[in-house]
């Protein structure tokens, strides 16, 4: 049991470090939402 005790630490470790971070899909979609922002605002201040 104690030669296995780190791997009980180290795999929570990674399982809620990979719950709290953003996936791929929402980062791409993050930056289009922020790159459609940009474009339209920057449209709007040339008028």
């Known amino acids: ?3 296995n005790a780190t791997d009980l630490f180290e795999g929570k470790k ?6 709290d971070e953003p996936s791929t899909d929402e980062r791409y979609r993050e930056i289009g939402r922020l790159t459609v922002e940009r474009d339209f ?3 709007k ?3």
């Open 14 to 19: 990674k399982v809620g470090k990979q719950s």
């Open 1 to 3: 049991m104690l030669e």
């Open 41 to 43: 605002l920057s449209r």
């Open 45 to 47: 201040l040339d008028q």
